[in-house]
């Protein structure tokens, strides 16, 4: 991703994994050309790391951008699914790596907006976060087609397991 525009989504308890890649890039930002980071939680009280978030969105190097889906009355951000931050990204397409964690319905309808803006499905990693119980891909608790997240992952490129998203309770 060095050189290149990098967009970090993360939905819920998603941000938890893409936290140390965020603060990575945050951390070494002449590294990286445009950043954009959108995180979406259920409510305000649903979000993670709010003092991070805070000073994440103070940043001038960076866009943060953040939405719940029920706002409470104190709210005064964005109210909506996460993929409604997606469009406001200013990014060039054709040199963008996008990393995304979250529910799978998020990642999938993530991935149609990211891939609107030109972004192809090979720079479009997602981390399959599932229950991993023995670690070696024997339990099958963690298969998601003929994958092991344990073993094989939990971070794939999109293009990779595209075919799998489009199957039902998978």
Sequence with gaps: ARGKDVILAAGGIGL???????NHVLDNRDDYNRVVVLYGARTPAD???????????????????ITVDRADRKWRGNVGVITQLVSAARIDPTSTVAMVCGPEIMMHYMQIH????????????????RNMK????RCGHCQYGGDFMCKDG???SFDSIAARFRIREL
Excluded at 47 to 65: G, H, I, N
Excluded at 114 to 129: N, P, R
């Design 16 to 22: 938890a994994p893409l936290r140390p890649a965020i």
């Design 47 to 65: 979000m993670l790391y709010p003092r991070e978030l805070t000073k994440w969105r103070s940043r001038l190097d960076a866009k943060v951008s």
């Design 114 to 129: 990211l891939a609107k803006l030109g972004i192809s499905d090979k720079d479009i990693y997602v981390s399959m976060e």
């Design 134 to 137: 023995c670690a070696i891909g």
């Design 154 to 156: 939990p971070v794939f």
